[in-house]
């Protein structure tokens, strides 16, 4: 049985809701993030970097949220969660993927943890790059609001709903606490997170990881 490392709310969640949309028998397993049991050496021996999520299968020991979605999609072609291989669809469901995780999630990156980018104690600095990384967010979330008025479909990639449609709903979430423009604030983008709101999937990893309102 698959084992997922996760902490609520964190990057564990899009992994999380695709374990739900496939079906697949599988364990939670919570990492005390706030006691910095990722930063102990069992975790670390799962995850050098220290982060989450883990995805354990079998004798793979997976890490990156990411790769952790397309896996989860690859083995489990029965869900429909990836376009077919070798298709234009394909390469810009790996696009997305790839946007999502190491364009938008990495400014966000610098938006919560601004002082790891400044000398140690200079909070004027810090509150300079989360502000700047606030604005290029916001940038970001047009262009995903574009994406969705292109096609006039209900996900990202159009008619059919994919891996990559959990992951953005997720880091459209992680700005609900923006003082300008959050996700819910676009016009295309806020349609988006209540169908993602509607499925069962979410409803259920919603529940599990005792998630507070507002979730969006």
């Known amino acids: 049985m698959m084992q997922l ?27 005390q993030r706030m006691q910095g049991e990722h930063k102990q050496p069992e975790y670390l021996k799962l995850n050098p970097n220290g982060q989450i999520p883990v995805v354990v299968d079998g004798e793979l020991v997976l890490y990156e949220a990411a790769a952790i979605c397309m896996h989860l999609a690859d083995t489990h072609p029965g869900a429909a969660l990836a376009p077919p291989l070798g298709t234009r669809e394909r390469a810009h469901f790996y696009k997305w993927m790839a946007w999502l995780s190491n364009t938008l999630q990495a ?92 499925r069962p999937a979410v409803q259920r990893v919603i529940e599990a990881e005792a998630l507070p309102q507002p979730w969006v």
């Not at 490392?5 to 990492?31: C, D, M, Q, R, T």
């Open 107 to 198: 400014m966000l990156m610098h938006y919560f943890y601004p002082e790891r980018l400044v000398d140690e104690g200079d909070s004027a600095a810090a509150q300079q790059v989360k502000t700047h990384a606030q604005a290029r967010v916001v940038a970001m979330l047009a262009l995903l609001d574009a994406q969705l008025a292109s096609h006039g479909g209900p996900w990202l990639l159009g008619a059919h709903y994919s891996a990559v449609d959990p992951y953005a709903f997720m880091l459209c979430r992680w700005t609900r606490g923006f003082d300008h423009q959050p996700a819910r604030d676009h016009a295309h983008i806020a349609p988006f997170l209540q169908r993602m709101l509607e």
């Open 5 to 31: 490392h996760y902490h609520p709310g964190n990057a564990s969640f899009a992994p999380h809701v695709l374990l739900h949309e496939i079906g697949a028998p599988f364990e939670l397993k919570l990492v």
